[in-house]
């Protein structure tokens, strides 16, 4: 039976204020290139990811002009497949952290839908979170609002974050994804499913009620879905980081923040996510609501999820352990 890739080369601490993770922090620094300084040369602009990002932003614009009532249907039910399944449970409590275990085709399952986010291969964002997690909110951070608010939000993806060399990169931050074929294929495969996935809307559009249809199909369901998934994300970079209130103390600016919960899936709950990164469950108190994590919830009870990181300490896992009856 094959189950999740290993997890990160990268040990993640149990307990966000103790010693060990102040050592690993410091150690961490050590290994913090490319800076912002030296990411925000002219050189290293990434032009297609400027590209991209207009493109999809100027078509998002026009949607007023093109508002169907079927297509604001369609575009919900994606936004949540790609936002909360894709991005929130596939790209992030999964892949980068490895919250939980499961089937191999469940996993590519969910990988394939984050793609269809918009926000970017697999390798990339895993790898870009990773360090994240490794230098948040200090020298080497991704996209720190200490940066700039605007820098941490989406100035950050104007430029690459590698220094040229994105092969090592990748090995560095996402060593257990790069070494599978299915995730370098998706990663070849990033901009042709966008494509495959607007002409498959324009289709139904069109063969349902013709060419007007198919039009607002495409702006809404696929660009103004894209664009608001992205910014619902980089709300987590840069308001999570930002506004909010703090149920741990640890060693970067991650904040809980209600607001970014609700857009974001749950991801809001992010001063709990930065205290303890692997827990698949981000909400910590009773009205933390997570409906990520309800998903997660229904997955292992249908049997495609399992040994679910919903547990802060060893001693919790045992305590709840001891405390549910063997089936």
Not at 233 to 261: C, I, K, P, Q
């Amino acid at each position: 039976m094959s189950i999740a890739s290993p997890a990160p080369t990268f040990t993640e601490p149990e307990s966000p204020a103790s010693d060990k993770q102040e050592a690993t922090v410091k150690k961490r620094r050590k290994d913090v290139a490319p800076t912002t300084v030296d990411r925000r040369r002219f050189a290293n602009a990434s032009y297609w990811a400027i590209g991209w990002l207009t493109m999809a932003h100027l078509v998002a614009f026009t949607a007023p002009f093109y508002f169907t009532w079927e297509a604001l249907a369609v575009t919900l039910v994606l936004h949540w497949m790609t936002g909360s399944l894709g991005i929130c449970l596939g790209y992030h409590r999964l892949l980068t952290h490895t919250g939980m275990k499961t089937y191999s085709w469940v996993r590519y399952f969910f990988t394939t839908i984050g793609l269809l986010a918009g926000e970017g291969t697999p390798l990339d964002w895993v790898a870009d979170h990773r360090k994240h997690h490794a230098c948040s909110d200090q020298e080497g951070d991704p996209h720190t609002p200490r940066d700039g608010a605007i820098w941490s939000h989406v100035n950050w993806l104007t430029y690459h974050t590698h220094n040229g060399d994105r092969v090592a990169y990748l090995k560095r931050w996402a060593p257990d994804l790069y070494k599978e074929t299915g995730m370098r294929w998706l990663d070849i495969m990033f901009l042709p499913a966008h494509i495959a996935v607007t002409l498959i809307l324009f289709g139904i559009g069109y063969a349902w009620q013709g060419i007007d249809l198919g039009i607002s199909l495409v702006v809404w369901a696929m660009f103004l879905r894209l664009v608001t998934v992205l910014h619902a994300t980089w709300l987590v970079n840069s308001m999570s980081h930002m506004w909010g209130y703090r149920n741990y103390e640890t060693t970067d600016d991650s904040r809980n923040n209600w607001f970014v919960a609700i857009v974001a899936y749950g991801e809001g709950w992010h001063n709990n996510h930065h205290a303890y990164p692997r827990m698949a469950k981000h909400g910590h108190r009773w009205w933390e609501f997570d409906i990520t994590w309800q998903a997660i919830r229904l997955l292992r009870a249908c049997g495609l999820v399992w040994d679910v990181v919903d547990y802060r300490t060893a001693s919790e896992k045992k305590a709840s352990e001891q405390a549910t009856p063997a089936s």
